[in-house]
Structures are given as structure tokens and as C-alpha cells.
């Protein structure tokens, strides 16, 4: 995702990285905090921000399976400067 600094001062920004689960078997949060990258910007300069997101870290915990799951589904992927402003959002289909 590119940021740009439209202010007229240097600043920061956190971009921050939220997914929620669009067909999970258990109770999920609307929206889970999975990354972010604070990024330093110069009045009018923009930067491309690159954020992982691994399929494990999508994982629950299953107490009849003793382990971690990740389920087939889709999900949708939203980033923003916070989880109030999410500025791009993209649903992907997880699976194996």
C-alpha cells in the first residue's frame, strides 16, 4: 500500500494490517490486528508499505484437535491508520 504525507510537516504513520473471518466455524473478532509497519515520511513524499501476513498467523486454537487451525475461508484483509479508518480492503479465499 503507498502512503503519502499530504500534511506540511514531517511525520509518521502506522500503517496497520486487520483481517476478519467471513465464514469461521467459531466466534471471531470483526476485527483482528495482524501487522503493522510505523513509517517515517517527509512532507509530500510517499512510500510503499509492505506488510506480511502468513496463513498460520490466521490460525485458532481447536481443543478437540489439540492444535492450531486454519480454516478454508475467506478473508477480509483491511488496512488503514487504524481499525476506524480503513482506507483498502481486499476479501482472499485462504486454503490449502
Known amino acids: 500500500m503507498d502512503v503519502t504525507n499530504t500534511g506540511s510537516r514531517d511525520g509518521d504513520e ?3 494490517l486487520y483481517v476478519r473471518h467471513m465464514g469461521s466455524k467459531v466466534a471471531r ?3 483482528e490486528l495482524r501487522g503493522f509497519e510505523r513509517v517515517h515520511l517527509a512532507r509530500g513524499q510517499t512510500k510503499s508499505v509492505q ?4 496463513a498460520e498467523s ?3 486454537w481447536d481443543e478437540a484437535k489439540h492444535g492450531f487451525v486454519v480454516e478454508e475461508e475467506p478473508v ?4 488503514g491508520s487504524s481499525s476506524a479508518d480503513v482506507r483498502a480492503q481486499r476479501t482472499v479465499r485462504v486454503g490449502r
Open 14 to 16: 502506522v500503517v496497520q
Open 29 to 31: 473478532p470483526q476485527k
Open 51 to 54: 506488510i506480511p501476513l502468513k
Open 58 to 60: 490466521l490460525a485458532y
Open 76 to 79: 477480509l484483509i483491511m488496512v
